[in-house]
């Protein structure tokens, strides 16, 4: 490790009582390197990593965001690395005796004349993109719909040119499963509710196979009242549902032509729509964030809190998730309640996980993986403090179980597992119409379904990774830009992507993750 010739060491010091700073420079510091106040470092730091600022004892709190994120494990001297291996984890916060609406934030102005262009769907929601999509009710059926979804691409769309995109929304849930148990209330409602997305229209196209627990009825009305072919779902909008095992079916060819023949009529109605303009408070973002390093709590997520707070000014609505990753900061959630209500619920959520963990012989620890570990992050407190500063500054305004949908605007804490994967797809259901994701490490992470803005934590992985990632948010660390000229860029880029006037990287190149459903319901 050698520092660049002309290179000046750059630490990054958080809050003015924090006794650790991270090193900010490309490729890390060196041993011996000298620092502005007189600091040498007694061993060679990687980016992203932390350094002694004063000498810490055996057993001396480890302070990082004015909040205590490890204690030392032996004398750590002025200079050190301090790293997962020479730290100990703090024990979770107690559910008990939080604080209750005590952050309470006075409304910034609301923020008016914004809007973008999107497709407006009878249930009052707003699409971001024009999509026909194809629900499945078992995994059976995957392979027949990803024919039928290649040909539809290539015979059908070509001649509707005002539909987006084809996608089938293909899963691994339907069978096998105990589809009574209380657990699997979850993905049944999530698959309902992606159905529904505001991307699709307002009409739902379902293949299934026939013999399955999931049977059609069960997805398209989780109280399972009955549904039948071209009836809405739960009084909303069209449904078609093409049964593979039923007797007009003879032979896979017929299978396929049902299904293109479904497709065209979807696609005749999904053409005759057209952008209009909308204002912003019509978008619904989620935020999450993945392949996490130190700088994400410096850059990126800070610069997407401060436009999730322009977000909310303008009367949108703004998902944050993740609950390992807000765990050991529930006391900052709850103190900005906007109800005694909103607390209880994020009391809830927190219990339910923790007790689903406890099952699973798990705890949050389980949570930080090597990549993190690798940029910067000794364990989950560290990592949650940097995960938080997603949702902004504005009051929480309403809290979601895992695969319901919104009911109203605001800011929203959507309670879901840290996992990418599970967490997008859930934020799907909840009826997200733009996705923003963060990340230091990278990740080529993207949706079928729904527009992925991708935030960079470093300059360096926006160079490296220059047509994966949408914005360089590195450039708050380096000081060529403010969080708040990155927040605002970022929410005029939502605006833009929103109607449809920009592609996102992901979009672009056709980079799609599988849905992931949350199932904490048994298999049999």
């Not at 984890?89 to 952050?103: E, H, N, S």
């Not at 999931?214 to 398209?220: D, G, K, T, W």
Request: proline share 5%.
């Amino acid at each position: 490790m050698q520092l660049a010739a002309g290179q000046a060491p750059v630490l990054i010091q958080i809050h003015p009582q924090d006794n650790v700073a991270i090193v900010a420079n490309d490729g890390g510091l060196p041993a011996g390197t000298a620092l502005p106040d007189g600091l040498t470092l007694a061993e060679a730091v990687p980016q992203g990593h932390k350094v002694a600022l004063r000498d810490l004892a055996q057993g001396d709190a480890v302070r990082r965001y004015n909040v205590v994120v490890g204690y030392a494990a032996q004398a750590l001297p002025r200079g050190s690395w301090v790293n997962e291996r020479v730290t100990t984890m703090p024990a979770a916060r107690t559910l008990q005796d939080l604080p209750v609406g005590t952050r309470r934030i006075a409304p910034l102005p609301p923020l008016e004349g914004y809007t973008f262009q999107g497709y407006r769907n009878a249930d009052g929601t707003v699409g971001t993109r024009n999509i026909l999509a194809i629900s499945t009710t078992v995994q059976c059926v995957q392979g027949v719909v990803e024919h039928a979804v290649a040909r539809i691409r290539r015979e059908l769309l070509p001649r509707y040119p005002n539909v987006d995109q084809v996608v089938g929304l293909e899963h691994t849930y339907g069978c096998g499963v105990a589809i009574d148990a209380p657990g699997a209330a979850i993905p049944v409602r999530t698959l309902h509710n992606i159905a529904r997305n505001p991307n699709f229209g307002g009409a739902t196209m379902v293949v299934s196979l026939g013999c399955e627990k999931l049977q059609p009825e069960r997805l398209l009305a989780p109280g399972a009242i009955p549904i039948r072919a071209g009836q809405g779902m739960a009084g909303e909008g069209d449904v078609d549902t093409i049964v593979l095992q039923d007797d007009e079916h003879v032979g896979f060819e017929s299978m396929i032509d049902n299904i293109m023949r479904t497709a065209e009529r979807h696609l005749e109605k999904l053409n005759q729509r057209r952008r209009e303009t909308c204002s912003a408070s019509e978008l619904v973002v989620g935020v999450q964030c993945g392949g996490s390093d130190a700088f994400s709590g410096v850059t990126a997520n800070p610069a997407v809190g401060f436009a999730a707070d322009l977000l909310v000014r303008a009367g949108a609505t703004v998902m944050f998730s993740e609950n390992t990753e807000v765990r050991d900061g529930i006391d900052q959630l709850t103190a900005r309640a906007a109800t005694p209500e909103v607390a209880d619920a994020l009391v809830r959520e927190m219990a339910w996980y923790d007790d689903y963990l406890q099952r699973g012989h798990a705890d949050r620890s389980a949570n930080t993986s090597p990549g993190n570990k690798k940029g910067g992050l000794s364990n989950i407190v560290e990592k949650a403090m940097g995960s938080i500063v997603k949702s902004g500054s504005s009051n929480i305004d309403g809290v979601l179980s895992p695969g319901d949908r919104l009911t109203r605007k605001g800011l929203i804490f959507a309670a879901t597992p840290a996992s990418d994967f599970i967490c997008g797809t859930l934020q799907l259901a909840a009826g997200m119409n733009l996705h923003i994701f963060t990340t230091g490490r990278g990740t080529p992470y993207g949706l079928a379904q729904v527009p992925v803005i991708k935030v960079a934590t470093r300059s360096d992985l926006a160079r490296r990774w220059h047509d994966l990632m949408d914005v360089d948010a590195g450039r708050i660390a380096t000081g060529q830009a403010s969080i708040e000229d990155v927040g605002w860029e970022l929410f005029r880029l939502m605006l833009d992507v929103a109607s449809g006037r920009r592609q996102t990287c992901a979009e672009k190149l056709k980079l799609h993750n599988a849905l992931a459903l949350f199932n904490p319901g048994p298999v049999t």
